[in-house]
């Protein structure tokens, strides 16, 4: 919603229930039908999700939906008629009154600029970052996932920062982003001397991130964007993939078909208990190892072989 259209709303009234058994896509058409403002679904409990299979919509296993209206809408109508439409108890549903704010601006209070590594540094545009030799990129919370906030992420910007600190360094390397998401990791490597980063994404909501980021800052020129993975070039410097697990074994010889020997791979979005199964799928063309693991995230990496 755009701030002139919150401002004449005096406040919201947010109900909320537990999907349960219930068809998301029907979910979200009772919400609207009956005068959502905006439906949201979220984890109802703990439980992490990264990107899904093409084609694929992936919830939590407890999925919670908060649909928002307006507070003039708050009646005890709306509730029998929004859970008669489900076909659940109008006691299913919670609800909660809203303040009005500047949605746009909420996530301003949380994000800030953060640190991976010695150099690299991520920063909202609100912010700036005034240490000596930073190599910053400039990026905002958007639709599109990833800001550095996720551990497996965060995981990649480390690596990023130190091979850039390394005697082969980064400088004139050419990379794959695969899944890129908001082009983090690509841009990221070009603001540690990068010559060229070619990202590929399923999801053309990442892909426009990823180019007005890149616009953003500066680099649109050294970077492209792909819809087709078949497209990439083979024989960049570097791949790094922050997918799913089974995606990750899936793509093995893919991967090393994109590579030349002595060629870096890193792989993230890994539970712990996962990182052995997808280092063995790609030992037949990569020497592979636990690169680190944070908040039970792993990520791996792997020389060409």
Known sequence: MSSSAAETVQGYLELSFELGTLSAPETEQACLAAGALAITLCDAVDEPVLEPLPGELRLWRRTRVRALYPAAAADALLIVGLAQRLGCSPSDIDVLAVADRIWEREWLRDFHAMRFGERLWICPRHEAVGHPGAAVVR????????????PSTALCLQWLDELSRTQSGLTGCSLIDYGCGSGVLGLAALALGARRVHAF????????????????????????????AEDLPARCDVLMANILAPILKERAAAFAAL?????????????????AEVAAAFDQWFDMERYAQRDGWVALSGIRL
């Open 259 to 275: 590579l030349p020997a002595g060629a870096r791979l890193v792989l993230a979005g890994l539970l712990a208990e996962e990182d």
């Open 139 to 150: 990026l905002d919370p958007g639709l599109a996932f990833g800001t550095g906030t996720h």
């Open 201 to 228: 994404d399923i999801d053309p909501q990442a892909l426009l991130a990823t180019h007005e980021n890149a616009e953003d800052n500066g680099v649109a020129d050294r970077l492209r964007t792909y819809v087709r």
